[in-house]
């Protein structure tokens, strides 16, 4: 069993900068890929980024990338996502969730969720 659970949501105006950090309960966080992903009100849960277990390789959406930055830090068990010059439409639930595979875009290829944390990019 993984317990995931988010921080660093808040209210920002655009242009300006977040970071989301994710914890992870467990002893094996760092054989796992790790992967955020956001819903915008009123819309379909989307991918935004995912990062290898060793930290390696990052794979980003096309609407984040350049802007956004995944990482992770295996000794603290946490995973992290640097959002800079943000914009309103990255106004969104952001989730953090366990991948079972390799680094991949499908929801259904990550099986542990946290509650999310709420990212309000004010214009």
């Known amino acids: 069993q993984v317990q995931l659970v988010e921080s660093g949501g808040g209210l920002v105006q655009a242009g300006g900068s977040l970071r989301l950090s994710c914890a992870a309960s467990?002893?094996?966080?760092?054989?796992?890929?790790m992967g955020w992903f956001r819903q915008p009100p009123g819309k379909e849960r989307e991918f935004v980024a995912a990062?290898?277990?060793?930290?390696?390789?990052?794979s980003y959406a096309d609407s984040v990338k350049g802007r956004f930055t995944i990482s992770r830090d295996n000794a603290k068990n946490t995973v992290y996502l640097h959002m800079n010059s943000l914009k309103p439409e990255d106004t969104a639930v952001y989730y953090c969730?366990?991948?079972?595979?390799?680094?991949?875009?499908?929801?259904?290829?990550?099986?542990?969720w946290g509650q999310g944390t709420q990212v309000t990019v004010s214009s």
């Open positions: 467990g002893r094996t966080f760092s054989s796992y890929v």
């Open positions: 990062i290898s277990s060793s930290g390696g390789s990052t």
């Open positions: 969730a366990k991948g079972r595979y390799a680094i991949v875009r499908l929801i259904s290829a990550y099986d542990y």
